[in-house]
C-alpha cells in the first residue's frame, strides 16, 4: 500500500500528500457507502419480485375471469358451472385438510426436536388464525419497535 500511496502523492505534486489514515478513512466511508447502496439494491430486488408476484396473480384473475365470461356467454348453463365449482371446492377442502395434517404433524415433529417455525405474512385470516405473532413497526432513522402478540409471551 506504501507504494502506491507513493505513486498517487507523486502525481498529484500540487495537493496535499495523502497519509495511510487519511486513505484508510476513505476506504471506510466508500465501504460504508457500498453496503447502504447494496442493502438499497436487494430491498428494491425483494420489492420488485413481490411485484412481479402481484402481477402474476392479477394476470392469472384476470383470465380466470375472461374464461368464466367466455363460458357464459357459450351458452354453458349456470348448473353445470356450479357443479364444476362444488367438485373444484371439494378438492379443495380436501387438500386444505391434507395440508393442515401435515402441517400438524410438521409442527409436532419440531416441537418434539425443541424447534419453532416462524411464519411472515400480512395476510389478515392468517395472521388471526396463528394467535401468536411478533409484531414490527417502523418508527423512524431505520429504526423499528417489536411488539409480542398473544400468548407468545409465555417462556416456552
Sequence with gaps: ??????????????????????????????????????????????????????????????EQHLQTRRSLESGETLASQLADLSERLNSLTQRLGDLQMQRRLDDERLQALGRKVGVISHVQEMTERIGIGIEVKRVGSGLSRIKVIGPAASPN
Design 1 to 62: 500500500m506504501s507504494q502506491w500511496l507513493q505513486a498517487f502523492n507523486a502525481a498529484r505534486p500540487a495537493q496535499p500528500a495523502f497519509k495511510p489514515d487519511d486513505l484508510r478513512q476513505h476506504l471506510q466511508r466508500d465501504a460504508a457507502w457500498l453496503s447502504r447502496e447494496r442493502d438499497a439494491l436487494q430491498q428494491l430486488e425483494q420489492a420488485l419480485m413481490q411485484a412481479q408476484t402481484v402481477l402474476a396473480e392479477r394476470r392469472w384473475q384476470c
